[in-house]
């Protein structure tokens, strides 16, 4: 992240000893170095839910596409059955010319039941 080598490192110590003297400068590393850790698990922190989320969007993709494969071979074993139905009912039908239309009563057997 920062490119601070070892004379850079040397360098701000050094300043900090002239500016904050020799009483204040362990406390100030101290409280610099807590600030730090702060940091560090706070960023850390924010990389582990970001990878979370990138693992459930991943998984959320995965099951989808996996959804997709199996509702498509639900559908082409499904479709032997529905086949099967329809010749079946197509089978069972009786064809309307075939059908025996009742006879109207005849006049006659009306005349002598009355």
Known sequence: MFDIGFAE?????????????????????RTLGL????????IGGIQREISEELRMEEL?????IEK???DKELNEMRQ???DASNDIQTATKV???TK???????????????
């Open 35 to 42: 600030w730090v850790g702060r940091a560090k698990r706070t």
């Open 80 to 82: 032997p059955f529905s």
């Open 9 to 29: 490192l040397l360098v701000i110590a050094a300043v900090a000893l002239v500016v904050l003297g020799p009483e204040k400068l362990p406390t100030a590393v």
């Open 68 to 70: 997709e494969k199996l």
């Open 60 to 64: 959320r993709r995965t099951s989808a």
């Open 95 to 97: 064809p309307e010319h």
């Open 100 to 114: 025996a239309t009742p006879e109207p009563p005849s006049e006659q057997s009306e005349k002598s039941n009355g």
